[in-house]
């Protein structure tokens, strides 16, 4: 019998994960109750409701949300349902992701139920009918758990929840220095995809890939990862020689001869094909380096050199970067994969985040979305929407990282497919995913490998 992972310890070595939370139409429909409506999920940004009355709505299955600013301080979310007979109080525009919108009262299309940024019902028509027997409690709309963290809101439909800061756990500690409720989107995309939301996940949870799925970035260098388990979430980074730590982070140098022209190699190769994990403030200082520092200039000073040169012209327009201690940078490295569905690739400019969820019941399907923000001088932040974008328009890389997704959705499903085995060093987030959704659905654990 094969011995079933117990604990973080067991996935420091070799595990195997049974196909069946990617494929089962049981357990698609199990994660609904057990896990969607148990845990904090991330459901926009702050500065999507800056003013009263603004909102925004998110989905979750058939479960939908209204997160609205009913203060200065103060943010609210609902259940996106008319208590009256049930029709969802706010709809989603065709094609779009999510509605928006300002509004200082929420009126059912139905038969106008009106409902105040409390929440409570504040107009019924002909009310008396039913006797004295609309209680505030029962014509108010239902309350849903809201906090927020780095800038995002975050909902949990478990009345019960612990709260947000006990669920993130080492996370807020490690990535609070980095400030990143002060980035604002450069661009935002989603799409449907073929596949799991663990399989969309999972592609962007690890380094292993990268040789050979991105195999442009080899002349940069390696790009040998590692992924760290922290209770329910996970990172990962790159390992660095000792005095470079802060290689294990976003902001790497290149390797090869003269590092001063592989880095803005790797640099300019990443802004066209990937457009994220740099700004152009990063791009143009990499491509001074030839200009500014001798041939043979070691790479660790390279590295000191490129940083300190963007960092500076940034703070001329207004932008200033936290600092943070290399052990710091060494530790946190370049992603948090935040339980269940959401990731994080901080750096201390910008960052690119990767949010998965179900389409509907169907394992098969999954809305993906991936948002690039970055350190914007006050107010020059553009103005972005949620863009349904094709497959063939997003950036290339990205593309390269889509191309596996369906496939290996189809190839799971094979008959003689025996069960996914992560790399127990490069792929470890994965593994800890599994071991972590198994304790919400009470299935799907991985086995260690004998
Ligand atoms: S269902 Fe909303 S007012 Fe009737
Ligand atoms: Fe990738």
């Known amino acids: ?13 070799p595990v195997t994960v049974p196909a069946e939370a990617y494929i089962s139409s049981d357990y698609a429909r199990a ?37 609205s600013r009913a203060g200065a301080d103060e943010i609210r979310a609902f259940h996106n349902v008319c208590p009256h007979r049930g029709r969802r109080l706010i709809d989603t525009p065709p094609g779009k992701r999510n509605a928006k919108g300002k509004r200082m009262s929420f009126i059912c299309g139905y038969h106008a139920w009106t409902f105040n940024l409390e ?3 504040t107009y019924i028509e002909h009310k008396d009918d039913w006797q004295g027997a609309l209680s505030d409690a029962r014509t108010s709309l239902g309350k849903v758990q809201v906090d927020t963290w780095g ?39 989603w799409i449907v995809f073929d596949c799991n939301w663990k399989v969309a996940m999972e592609a962007f949870a690890e380094t292993y890939h990268v040789f ?19 209770g329910l979430h996970t990172n990962i980074g790159y390992e660095a020689p000792k005095g470079m730590e802060e290689d294990s982070g976003k902001l790497r140098v290149g390797s090869g001869a003269d590092p001063r022209l592989t880095t803005a190699d790797m640099q300019n190769f990443t802004w066209a094909n990937a457009n994220t994990n740099t700004t152009q403030t990063l791009v143009d200082a990499a491509n001074r380096l030839k200009d500014e520092l001798p041939e043979g200039t070691p790479a660790t000073e390279v590295s000191r050199h490129w940083i300190q040169s963007a960092r ?17 940078t060494a530790k946190a490295g370049t992603a948090w994969q935040v339980f269940p569905n959401f990731q994080i690739g901080h750096a201390v400019n910008n960052m690119l985040c990767y949010s998965a969820r179900p389409f509907g019941d169907d394992p098969d399907k999954c809305i993906f979305e991936a948002a690039v923000y970055e350190l914007y001088p006050q107010g020059e932040a553009p103005d972005t929407e949620w863009d349904y974008t094709a497959a063939e328009n997003w950036p290339p890389v990205l593309q390269q990282d889509f191309a596996n997704m369906a496939a290996v959705q189809q190839g799971m499903k094979n008959v003689g497919f025996r069960g996914t085995q992560p790399n127990p060093y490069m792929e470890r987030a994965v593994a800890s995913l599994h071991f972590n959704l198994a304790r919400f659905m009470g299935a799907g654990a991985p086995t260690v490998m004998d």
Not at 2 to 13: P, R, Y
Not at 34 to 59: C, M, N, S
Not at 313 to 319: S, T
């Open 1 to 13: 019998m094969a011995k079933i992972v117990q604990s973080a310890e067991d996935l420091i070595g």
């Open 31 to 67: 994660e609904q109750h057990r896990l969607w409506r148990k845990t904090w999920l991330q459901a926009g940004r702050i500065e999507d409701i800056p003013e009263i009355g603004d909102f925004i709505t998110y989905e979750i299955g058939p479960d939908s949300v209204i997160i």
């Open 119 to 121: 929440g409570r019902c």
């Open 151 to 189: 800038g995002w809101l975050w909902i949990n439909l478990d009345p019960d929840c612990a709260p947000l800061g006990d669920y993130l756990g080492a996370i807020p500690e490690m990535l609070d220095p980095y400030q990143l409720q002060n980035m604002r989107y450069r661009w935002r995309k």
């Open 212 to 230: 050979s799925t991105h195999p442009e970035f080899n002349d940069f260098g390696q790009f040998r990862g590692w992924a760290h388990t922290h």
């Open 312 to 328: 500076a012209a940034d703070e001329k327009r207004g932008v200033v970067w936290p600092v943070i201690a290399a052990e710091h």
